[in-house]
């Protein structure tokens, strides 16, 4: 009978407010009655071309009358499972199935579809039986004359009973469901009682590892999410893309990833919620480590001529996280490290310092590539004089120097040598005028 009447009434609903021929609904009709256990499938049918529709949604109306899947354009189905009743699918264009329902799938149903700024909702009703055949109960909880939620928790002042026999004495007490044998066929319970609602809080979220995670391929990796503080205790689950990952725990929920690969990477997000409007959620983000691949702007094996100067420029590409580049001679380091890119100088070359093998390293982490050259120095008579600012001369060159000090020298010594000579000429000179000068006969007097 009660069936019959709330059919009545949604017929009553669908005449009132026609659905512009945008929907029909399913051969079911507006009403299921189903037992539990089954799958349950509602077929809207469309009236206009998928492509003219702007969004189709579907609503649970005893959750809170919010959407738990929609498609926007033809996209993919977004699904907000805290709005659903239980476990469903949807296929497109505009198909539900509700699967293994329970009691908890009893309600209303509404499917909208938006087309050029107007919407149009279809509503279907289902009611599951407890037993075939037996009358499905129906009951209400009020504060102060209004309908509240059938599943609160509340402080109460008062005792309260049934059929004159008190059922709970405590402070505390939770209403959630009336079983089938606490009623007769055709009649309702009533459950009066002066209450208190406690007062709900939203938990907070805490998490044992950094917002930013980096792993290898083939690593595990857990992480701790806690909601706590809530009231009542918040409910935690892990999400990954809007697709949960793992079951849901009172309180705490590990994020557990096994032989980490690039397909697990991305954003996890971890959601705490102790009522519909008490959530509170964070999120990490896991990478993979990639090994940089290195490439020199030069040849493998160079040959440069002596004085000269030389640059190669090395570049660690496509790690991640991004490389550290930087160059080895030796088993030395050779400059400063760069961030993905790091140039080899060599300035003025010198044969006896210069030649060798020159290494560049990429390295993230333990992840390194590296690759070599050779470079060859071809011995060359070579002169270079610079003036620098303190008005000193420099010079450069092994051979060249040698060949100045040697003739610098020289030319010192020759000189002192010719200066000798040149000396001792004059005096020879000087000696020798004076000699003759005295040996001159004198005039004979008469």
Partial sequence: MTSSIFAALFGLNFVLFPCKGQISLSPGGDTFDVFPGQDVTIAWKLDVPVSDIDIRSWRFLPKKNDTFAKISRNGDVLIQTQYSPGPFAITKPSTLILKNVTIQYNGTYEFFVYKNGESTVSVVHMFVETEPNSPQPSYTISHNGKQISTEQMFTISDTISHNGKQ?????TFAISEVKQSDVRPHT????TATVNLTSVVGPNVTLNCSSSITLYEG??????????GGNPP???TWYKDGVQIGGTGIEEQTLTLSHFNGTSSGTYKCMAQSHINATDE?????KLVIAPTVTLSCSSSITVNECDDFTCVCRGEGGNPPADVTWYKDGEQIGGTGKEE???TLSNIDAGTDSGTYKCEARRSSLTNANSIEVKVRLNSCKKVNCESSGTWSWSGTVVVWHIVVSSVSGIIL??????????????CCCFRNRRH?????????
Avoid: H, W
């Fill in 234 to 236: 918040a409910n935690v």
């Fill in 167 to 171: 059922i709970s004495s405590e402070k």
């Fill in 438 to 446: 005295k040996t001159k006969p004198e005039p004979m007097k008469t």
């Fill in 188 to 191: 309702c319970v009533t459950v």
């Fill in 415 to 428: 000189g002192i040598l010719v200066s000798c000579i040149v000396y001792c000429c004059c005096c020879c």
């Fill in 219 to 228: 690593d595990d990796f857990t992480c701790v999410c806690r909601g706590e």
């Fill in 282 to 286: 964070k999120s990490i983000e896991i």
């Fill in 342 to 344: 790091q140039t080899l």
